[in-house]
T-cell receptor, first 113, second 114 residues
């Protein structure tokens, strides 16, 4: 069966420090991968999505970037964190082909101090 | 701008009360529609989805939703809520011309009093 792993679960980082959040999927190949940020009262905002290795689409301009170095690995990064980067980050995957919805990871709570 | 709107940010009900959470979207053309639920401390789970066919879809735990194309709506309903339904509920739309992208509403927090 397919599973999605996301780590770390929580992270506290100082302003100006770098960030790397990792997401991996098991049990499927060539998935579509997504990074969302969830903010209280603002729902889920799509940040990046990828339909294949090295293919990244950005939805909103921001201080973050994403990379997909392997088929089932999706990384969210920042060179210098801002206070406004605090939030709950969710990784998700969907099949590449007919769309049936997402499976979400358990999320990372990022606090920038 | 194209968007998904959930009208209620926080709903408080007593057990056995009926529930209806509103969801409207502004995308034209064909869409796929979803409701996700996030129980306290847990990750997002699919509650139900609509792709085509009968506009009244039934999901898990007694939830249902009705797609009304003319109103661009996909409201979530449950005849009698339980304390265990306390959670945050998200409506999401997949516009068919945008691949696998899901656009989410702001979420509705449901609190059910025992």
């Amino acid at each position: 069966s397919q599973t999605i792993h996301q780590w770390p679960a929580t992270l506290v980082q100082p302003v100006g420090s770098p960030l790397s959040l990792e997401c991996t999927v098991e049990g499927t190949s060539n998935p579509n991968l997504y990074w969302y940020r969830q903010a209280a009262g603002r729902g889920l905002q799509l940040l990046f999505y990828s339909v294949g290795i090295g293919q990244i689409s950005s939805e909103v301009p921001q201080n973050l970037s994403a990379s997909r170095p392997q088929d089932r690995q999706f990384i969210l990064s920042s060179k210098k964190l801002l206070l406004s980067d605090s939030g709950f980050y969710l990784c998700a995957w969907s099949t590449n082909g007919p769309f049936y919805g997402y499976t979400f990871g358990s999320g990372t709570r990022l606090t920038v101090v | 701008a194209q968007s998904v709107s959930q009208h209620n940010h926080h709903v408080i009900l007593s057990e056995a009360a009926s529930l209806e959470l509103g969801c409207n979207y502004s995308y034209g053309g064909t869409v796929n529609l979803f409701w996700y639920v996030q129980y306290p401390g847990q990750h997002l789970q699919l509650l139900l989805k609509y792709f085509s066919g009968d506009p009244l879809v039934k999901g898990i735990k007694g939830f249902e939703a009705e797609f009304i194309k003319s109103k661009f709506s996909f409201n979530l309903r449950k005849p009698s809520v339980q304390w265990s339904d306390t959670a945050e509920y998200f409506c999401a739309v997949n516009p068919n011309n945008q691949g696998g992208k899901l656009i989410f509403g702001q979420g509705t927090e449901l609190s059910v009093k025992p």
